[in-house]
């Protein structure tokens, strides 16, 4: 028998997008993100539009209990070949694509009370968009909605993502990625008609499709966080 053997696996990691190189902006933004919604040692690739000190990043997120496995081509990939870290593609930039119509309702916001000052209402200021989409979301296309919700009339294929601040309804096949509760929204859920989806996310808690549990593949869904901020799926009866 061979004493080498290949194998194939697919590793289930995640991508940290930054923006800076201040490094304890990035501690500060990070640290509660990862004590809520990743488990200990989790594979990371580091995405950075800027450039830093790569070395002292990879130190950064091991004392956080992330485990950095690579940087995507870009600002940091001659320093990563220089210590022989391991560089990925950049993923493939997606088209946003706009939705068949939106819906926006504002809410007053009360200014503040004080001893010599009635109570009065501001001008609006919180808006909730609903964004409806009536067409297939096609590989390759994303729609995104950082205010609200997105309720899709027809399924999402595969290579494709919804993401929104709140909820999102898909009353079709869900093939791509979908991003409930982005920012944070622990009460954001998902539903959809067909779950079949490449990965499914409610504020940063995911499951890819390996994990997804068996009995609700194919099956009308209702996705929502649990107490201890896992994630739920509950088949839904028609």
Avoid: W
């Avoid at 991508?15 to 488990?39: E, S, V």
Wanted: glycine share 6%; net charge negative.
């Amino acid at each position: 028998m061979a004493d080498i053997r290949i194998k194939g696996k697919m590793v289930n990691a995640i991508r940290i997008h930054l923006d800076t190189n201040d490094h304890d902006a990035i501690r500060q933004q990070l640290t509660p993100m990862f004590q809520k919604a990743f488990p200990p040692g989790t594979l990371a690739v580091i995405e950075s539009t800027v450039d830093q000190e790569l070395i002292a990043l990879i130190q950064l997120l091991i004392s956080l209990d992330i485990q950095p496995i690579g940087v995507t081509e870009g600002p940091l990939s001659e320093q990563a070949r220089a210590i022989q870290f391991p560089v990925v593609p950049a993923d493939r930039q997606l088209q946003q694509v706009k939705p068949t119509r939106e819906q926006v309702v504002e809410e007053p916001v009360a200014a503040p009370v004080t001893e010599d000052q009635p109570v009065v209402t501001a001008a609006p200021a919180i808006r909730h968009i609903t964004s409806y989409h009536n067409e297939i979301l096609r590989t390759g296309q994303c729609i995104v909605q950082d205010h609200g919700d997105i309720i899709i009339n027809a399924g999402i294929n595969s290579g494709s993502e919804a993401i929104a601040s709140g909820n999102i309804h898909i009353y079709g096949s869900a093939r791509g990625r979908v991003i409930a509760g982005a920012g944070g929204n622990h009460a954001a859920r998902i539903f959809c008609h067909s779950l079949e989806a490449e990965l499914v996310s409610i504020a940063g808690t995911y499951c890819v499709a390996d994990d997804i549990p068996p009995h609700v593949v194919k099956q009308p869904v209702h996705i929502y966080l649990n107490d201890q901020q896992e994630l739920v799926f509950e088949a839904l009866q028609f």
